[in-house]
Each structure stands twice: as structure tokens, then as C-alpha cells.
């Protein structure tokens, strides 16, 4: 009997912290990571945005540079009938 209390105190519980986290993303995530049992954790990890921010500027100063030297690809535009709707309807 007393398991079955505490099964239906738990999900009481649970069904409250969902309601109580709409809208706010965070606080749902961690309600649930707190049911499957994971630890919270307050740190980001060891990279910072300044880390991100300058991984992704070297990558596009990498491309930069390794295509420099290629010769701009000119595409000409043509006149066609895209725009015109009798183009796709059969007569």
C-alpha cells in the first residue's frame, strides 16, 4: 500500500513540475532530467563562445584563403518562360 502512495505522490508531483515549467524551456529540462536520475550540472563545458565564435572565424578565413585564387563563376541569365502561366498548362 505504501508503494502504491508513493507512486501516486511521485506522478502528483511530476504531473505539477511540468505544469508549472510552461514556458520555460530550462526549467522543464530540468525537471526531467531530474526524474531520469542525471546529475545536475552548472558548468557549459570547456569551450567558451569566444572558442566558438573564433573556431567558426578561422574556418571561414580558411576557405577565404584556400579559394581566393579561383575564378569567379559568371552565371548568365536567360530569358525563359518560368514566369508565364500558360507555360504549364496543356492545351
Known amino acids: 500500500m505504501r508503494s502504491l502512495y508513493e507512486k501516486k505522490n511521485s506522478n502528483y508531483y511530476l504531473h505539477d513540475e511540468i505544469a508549472a515549467s510552461k514556458g520555460n524551456t530550462t526549467r522543464l529540462w530540468r525537471t526531467f532530467r531530474g526524474v ?12 567558451s563562445a569566444e572558442d566558438f565564435a ?7 578565413d580558411g576557405v577565404r584563403a ?7 563563376y559568371d552565371v548568365s541569365l536567360s530569358h525563359t518562360d518560368v514566369g508565364r502561366m500558360d507555360s504549364y498548362v496543356s492545351r
Open 66 to 72: 584556400s579559394t581566393s585564387s579561383t575564378p569567379i
Open 36 to 47: 531520469l536520475g542525471e546529475a545536475p550540472c552548472d558548468e557549459t563545458g570547456p569551450h
Open 54 to 60: 573564433s573556431f567558426f572565424r578561422d574556418k571561414v
